[in-house]
């Protein structure tokens, strides 16, 4: 009798807790599908080729991958031709060519419908919005030219896109020493008889000069504020900085002699100094400015 007893109390509990891990209550209970994320995401993402969205749970068994956009209610604004195309069970890809590549300085709204439906038949609950920007316009990197004057350089800027002249022209611009802005000239630098043409009115890149000369010996910056606009898209590029830092010429003198002794020895003798160092006659005699 007492075997029996024990034996009944073992059963009880060696089944117990499988009893309430196959609680069908819990078990079958269906988690609705949800988004989770969406790449690309954010601001100044690259204008690549791929979009992917993320959800909860597997979507599609494996098998055929690839989906007709009719069957797919996600709309675009401005519009992309996606080719569909599960990545895997839960990963959806709006997949485009080289020809259909998203386009910098864009905004893109993306508006997922309900209707992607999960084998158990769940779809998501309601609309789902989705905004990204592809990449502004904005300075690449700056190089000194020349000198058009002493007061006056020539700046070569190099943008990341092409760029209009008349968004140049108002969005960049120096600024002398007391603040004070100053407008620009813009031209455009000699171009690769090669390269695909282009309007006069756009480039990649761009000669800056100031409308007038500096003051000598006097420091100035080239400056970049937002409105950059690129020929690609309508966002406008948001940019505020120093673009390059020079120092004008100083006052025009003769300085000095700068030669070498009888001892190879680098020697320079300024304008009214006194000195028993000799220059070498045999070697030649620098005129030092200013």
């Known amino acids: 009798m007492f075997k029996k007893i024990l034996t009944v109390v073992i059963l009880c509990i060696w089944f117990t807790p499988v009893w309430a891990v196959y609680d069908s209550s819990v078990f079958h209970k269906e988690k609705p599908l949800e988004i989770i994320k969406i790449k690309p995401s954010g601001n100044d993402v690259p204008a690549g080729r ?9 979507v599609i068994p494996i098998g055929k991958m690839e989906r007709d956009t009719s069957e797919i209610p996600i709309t675009f604004k401005p519009d992309v031709q996606c080719q569909w195309r599960w990545l895997d069970t839960s990963n959806l890809a709006c997949e485009l060519d080289r020809t259909t590549a998203l386009q910098p300085a864009t905004r893109y709204e993306m508006v997922v419908e309900p209707g992607i439906t999960t084998q158990e038949g769940l779809t998501i609950e309601k609309s789902f919005q989705h ?3 592809t990449k502004r316009p904005q300075v690449n990197y700056t190089s000194f030219n020349y000198w058009l004057e002493p007061g006056k350089p020539k700046i070569r800027v190099f943008f990341k896109q092409i760029v209009t002249k008349k968004s ?10 007391n603040g004070q802005r100053v407008k620009i000239k813009a031209e455009l630098p000699p171009r690769n008889p090669n390269a695909p043409p282009l309007p006069a009115t756009v480039s990649k890149k761009w000669d800056i000069s100031p409308r007038h000369s500096f003051p000598l010996n006097s420091q100035v910056q080239l400056m970049i504020e937002p409105g950059l606009r690129s020929i690609k898209g309508k966002e406008l590029g948001i940019e505020r900085r120093s673009l390059i830092e020079i120092n ?20 320079y003798i300024a304008v009214g100094e006194k000195t028993d160092e ?10 030092k400015f200013s």
């Open 131 to 133: 905004i990204f920007i």
């Open 248 to 267: 004008t010429f100083p006052e025009f003198k003769f300085l000095g002699l700068e030669c070498e002794t009888l001892n190879d020895e680098e020697l």
């Open 50 to 58: 791929q979009i992917v969205i993320s959800f909860n749970q597997p």
């Open 168 to 177: 140049v022209l108002k969005h960049l611009y120096f600024q002398d020493q």
């Open 278 to 287: 000799r220059c070498n006659p045999m070697q030649s005699v620098n005129l």
